[in-house]
Nanobody
Framework: QVQLVESGGGLAHSGGSLRLSCAAS????????LGWFRRAPGQPREARDG???????????FYKESVKGRFTVTRDAGRRAVYLQMDNLKPEDSGIYYC??????????????????WGRGTQVTVSS
């Protein structure tokens, strides 16, 4: 059974940093891309927006334009974990961050959304 469990959310000030973690179990890392999606405050669940995605096999990455240079997505295949380092946070980065996995490329996962697996999400709040 595949499980994705997020952790590391919380409250940060504008310009601050947070690091999210996603522990993945039950899937072969080599066959999946994993990524981070944000649901902005007040938006429905289906409005999740791809932020950063990474190939489990080769580490190829994709970033939403608004986070380039501020967010870094990495993976640890041995630990079956994906991380999102968020620096220089802005209030518009606030939302619930979900980890997702799908058997596709990182760009397709982030742009088209994942169909396979989702975590429950972790809250990120950035104050101005």
């Amino acid at each position: 059974q595949v499980q994705l469990v997020e952790s590391g959310g919380g409250l940060a000030h504008s310009g601050g940093s947070l690091r999210l973690s996603c522990a993945a179990s039950g899937l072969n890392f080599n066959f999946y891309s994993l990524g981070w999606f944000r649901r902005a405050p007040g938006q429905p669940r289906e409005a999740r927006d791809g932020v950063s995605c990474i190939s489990g096999k080769d580490g190829q990455t994709f970033y939403k334009e608004s986070v380039k240079g501020r967010f870094t997505v990495t993976r640890d295949a041995g630990r079956r974990a994906v991380y999102l380092q968020m620096d220089n946070l802005k209030p518009e980065d606030s939302g619930i961050y979900y980890c997702a996995a799908d058997q596709t490329s990182p760009s397709r996962l982030c742009v088209l959304g994942g169909n396979d697996y989702w975590g429950r999400g972790t809250q990120v709040t950035v104050s101005s």
